[in-house]
């Protein structure tokens, strides 16, 4: 398990060396790139355009003088929960927009390793992955979103030793979201089940965890978050190649 998490996180890192040093490779990580930046910005100013005020109406329910003592503090925790909240919707909101990007990154850097291109072009295999993919995100995005939000409120409720495991349970759905959609890239252009997914994952679990680990850490990272996914999906296509569809 732990050399397959140690080989995992070298996988994001064998990606980003990967796209880097090859500029042909650019174009798919433009859009992508340029979307999460808007994704970025819009929900940090939504956190702390709700945070501010949203403390100073709390404190402002207070008596005065607990209203002056605490609500500083108040301030600072309403703003920590709403960056947690904030990352949880960013990941989300990022993973969706720059799928369709990340597969083509991905196709293309199968086929300059291989040297199999994938064939003709056809509409309808072109939609049926497309509609596939999609759904197969929204369904992924909707159950991370509900289970973080499910700890959350039992991490607020439980007193004490409530916050810590609801932080450390967020953190292990966060890194299996992210070597899903990380490793989406590849699978989604196969056409895979959602069942055959999951399967390769349980069969890949450590270097699966590593690699998400390493995704949900870069995406924790101010300016190098924006390039996480399509470096998640470079890693994601190497390690498929090394290991193939067993």
Not at 82 to 100: Q, R, W
Not at 139 to 157: Q, S
């Amino acid at each position: 398990m732990l050399v397959g998490m140690g080989k995992g996180l070298g996988d994001f890192t064998r990606g980003a060396s990967y796209v880097v040093s090859r500029p042909s490779l650019y174009k798919w990580i433009a859009a992508p790139f340029v979307l999460t930046v808007f994704v970025l910005v819009g929900v940090a100013w939504g956190a702390w355009s709700i945070a501010a005020p949203g403390a100073d109406a709390v404190a402002g329910l207070l008596p005065g003088f607990l209203s002056s003592l605490i609500g500083g503090a108040l301030k600072a925790l309403l703003v920590g929960l709403l960056a947690i909240g904030g990352y949880v919707i960013f990941v989300a909101i990022a993973a969706l927009i720059t799928a369709p990007f990340c597969e083509m990154l991905s196709e293309a850097i199968e086929v300059e390793r291989t040297g199999h291109d994938s064939g003709p072009f056809s509409l309808g295999t072109f939609v049926r992955d497309i509609v596939l993919g999609i759904s197969h995100a929204l369904r992924r995005v909707m159950k991370y979103v509900l289970l973080v939000a499910c700890i959350f409120i039992v991490g607020v409720i439980v007193p004490v030793i409530g916050p810590p495991v609801a932080a450390a349970l967020s953190a292990l759905v966060t890194i299996r979201f992210a070597a899903f959609d990380a490793l989406d890239a590849v699978m989604a252009r196969k056409g895979w089940t959602y069942s055959q997914k999951k399967n390769f994952l349980r069969a890949h679990s450590g270097r699966s965890f590593g690699l998400g680990a390493a995704t949900a850490a870069i995406l924790l990272i101010p300016v190098f978050n924006v390039l996480a996914l399509p470096f998640a999906a470079a890693g994601a296509t190497l390690l498929y190649l090394d290991v193939g569809e067993d």
